[in-house]
Each structure stands twice: as structure tokens, then as C-alpha cells.
């Protein structure tokens, strides 16, 4: 084989291998049958929430897989593939399971996520959740639930105290439980 080629093919290896560890998800998909403007639509999108598309040869992908500890990673590199690579965990599952709905001929075979191989049933599963400032929105509103509660019930406390008539001072008494739950 000539020498040229095979530091090509090194090269490509290491660049897959990289992508797969720096990634915090990757995923696999089957194209066969997406139209080219398909295939535009599906990149255009990736883009938008910051998941690269590439396509190499299976064989390289196994190898660079192999190379990287992700050998069970090899089941799914079975026919014309692409390989989705995103900083966020559920982004490049997210958009590929909304896309897949609308074009059946775009298969979910498998990824990995945080450095461990899934399958496409752990894909379609995080495609489920929210992107990480959805998640942020969630958590943010559980941790406010109980100042909340609690400044209702020191105001309904005040309340009571001035015979059922809302206190004077009703919003420095909601800013003061704020604080002290603080």
C-alpha cells in the first residue's frame, strides 16, 4: 500500500478517535434514502444546535472506535453512515429524532455518550429531554419552589396576626422570608 495513503488513512483514524473523545455525544445514523436536499436540510439543522455531521468509511470508524476503547461501537457501522458529533448530551439525538419522524428513511442505529456505547433506544430516549438550558430552566424552578411556599406561609402568618387583613408591610415580609431561606 502506498505510504501516502496510509498515513491518510492514520490521519482520518486519529480525527475520528478524537472526535468520539471530545465529544460528549455521538451518534450513528443510516441515510440510505435521503435525498440530497434531505441531506442539506438534516446539516443545516445539525448546525443550528451545534452537532457536526461527518461521513467515513465504516472501516476507519471501527478502527478509530477500536482505538478509543468504544469496540462495541462496531455493531452499528453497517451501511452508508454518518457519524454526529455534539457538545451537548442530548443535542445531535434530539435533532435526529425529530428529523427521523418526518423522514423514515433516516435510521437510528446507535452512539455514545459521556465515553459509553448505546443503542438506538437509549438515542431516542435522550432525544426526550430537554437541551442543557431547558434542563437549567427545570432545576432552576424546583429550587424556587420552597422559597416560594415558605414566603406564602409567612405571609398567610401575617395575615392571621392582623385579623385576616393583609399585612402593611406584606412585601418586605415576602422579601425577608426570601432572605432568611436564603
Do not use: W
Amino acid at each position: 500500500m502506498n505510504q501516502a495513503v496510509l498515513e491518510s488513512k492514520k490521519s482520518v483514524v486519529a480525527e475520528i478517535g478524537d472526535r468520539l473523545k471530545n465529544s460528549s455525544s455521538s451518534v450513528v445514523a443510516e441515510y440510505r434514502g435521503l435525498t440530497v436536499a434531505e441531506i442539506t436540510e438534516l446539516r443545516r439543522t445539525l448546525r443550528a444546535e451545534g452537532v457536526e455531521m461527518k461521513v467515513y468509511k465504516n472501516t476507519l470508524a471501527a478502527r478509530a472506535a477500536e482505538e478509543a476503547g468504544l469496540g462495541d461501537l462496531k455493531e452499528y457501522l453497517t451501511g452508508p453512515n454518518a457519524l454526529m458529533f455534539g457538545k451537548d448530551e442530548t443535542a445531535p439525538s434530539r435533532v435526529l429524532a425529530q428529523f427521523a419522524k418526518k423522514h423514515k428513511a433516516l435510521v437510528l442505529k446507535g452512539g455514545v455518550v459521556e465515553g459509553k456505547v448505546v443503542s438506538a433506544d437509549t438515542v431516542n430516549e435522550l432525544a426526550a429531554l430537554p437541551n442543557r438550558e431547558g434542563m437549567l430552566s427545570m432545576l432552576l424552578s424546583v429550587l424556587q419552589a420552597p422559597v416560594a411556599q415558605f414566603a406564602r406561609a409567612v405571609n398567610a402568618v401575617a395575615e392571621q396576626k392582623n385579623g385576616g387583613a393583609p399585612a402593611e408591610n406584606a412585601e418586605e415580609t415576602k422579601e425577608e422570608a426570601a432572605e432568611a431561606a436564603a
